[in-house]
């Protein structure tokens, strides 16, 4: 069994205690549930910014801990300071060490727009989410039939959150894009194995739709290839693990952002 269906094996189990714990009534209930959610699309086409969505993450399955030490009310300003455009908060606790408290500290303490990253299966979730504060659900294409993901961003778009849907072939972008889809993002991280390589979004980039804002996620660690991707097209850019594995994230976001700037001179 990979670790993506490991993974989603679990989740199930997750997604249902949370039901019985949790009730949607009571999820509603939220200080957060009826406010007005932020475009990411629109700050991720933003002139005055690079693109960056930078991510609150404390541990992987492939790395294992990463950065627990981290404080998130201070790690989301900082980010922001920075110049990111936008948040993305890992909400699963087994595998990527998150909670749902990290996304509503960051919601408490930023004007930005949300990302909840966590592999999605069921309509629960996105109620969840809209919960915790975020602006915008990740759905991956890989974990997803075509079928439930048009479902899941239907209801998501229903919620009045944007969607980005992640692929990793050509196969995905073909079988699970559909008019509910805001974002794009091209994976260069194997699921089933975790390598990267930004070789992946170079060759998909021909295939997305053009309608779509798109992003390329993971890999990513220089300004250099933020300005490669730019010029192909990409709109933004989620990175995590780079950012976390240093000692100051905010302050390594704002040096590849600073990087990047350099080159464009």
Same mark, same amino acid.
């Given at each position: 069994m990979s670790i993506l269906e490991t993974i989603v094996n679990y989740k199930k189990t997750v997604v249902q205690e949370s039901?019985? %714990?949790s009730p949607v009534k009571l999820l509603e209930q939220s200080i957060f549930f009826n406010s007005q959610?932020?475009?990411m699309k629109e700050y991720l086409?933003?002139?005055d910014?690079?693109?960056?969505i930078a991510e609150i993450k404390r541990m992987s399955p492939s790395k294992g801990i990463i950065n627990d030490k981290i404080d998130v009310e201070q790690l989301s300003i900082s980010y922001m300071q920075s110049g990111a455009s936008a948040l993305s908060v890992l909400t699963d606790t087994k595998f990527f060490g998150g909670k749902s408290e990290d996304l509503e500290i960051a919601r408490k303490f930023n004007y930005a727009p949300i990302l909840r990253k966590d592999f999605m299966i069921d309509e629960y979730q996105i109620v969840e989410a809209k919960s915790?504060?975020?602006d915008c659900i990740l759905l991956i294409a890989a974990c997803l039939t075509p079928t439930l993901c048009r479902s899941l961003a239907s209801f998501a778009k229903n919620m009045r959150l944007e969607v980005l849907l992640e692929v990793r072939t050509r196969e995905e972008i073909d079988s699970h894009t559909n008019e509910y889809i805001d974002i794009i993002g091209v994976n260069?991280?194997?699921l089933n194995d975790f390598k990267t390589d930004i070789i992946n979004s170079k060759n998909l980039f021909e295939y997305l739709p053009k309608e779509l804002v798109k992003i390329s996620e993971s890999g990513i660690t220089r300004g250099s290839q933020v300005?490669? %991707?730019?010029?192909i097209g990409y709109d933004g850019f989620l990175i995590g693990g780079y950012f976390m594995n240093q000692g100051e994230p905010g302050k390594a976001c704002k040096n590849l952002i600073d990087d990047y700037k350099s080159l464009i001179k």
């Open positions: 039901k019985d %714990l959610p932020i475009s086409k933003r002139e910014k690079v693109g960056i915790m504060g975020a260069n991280r194997n300005k490669e %991707l730019k010029d």
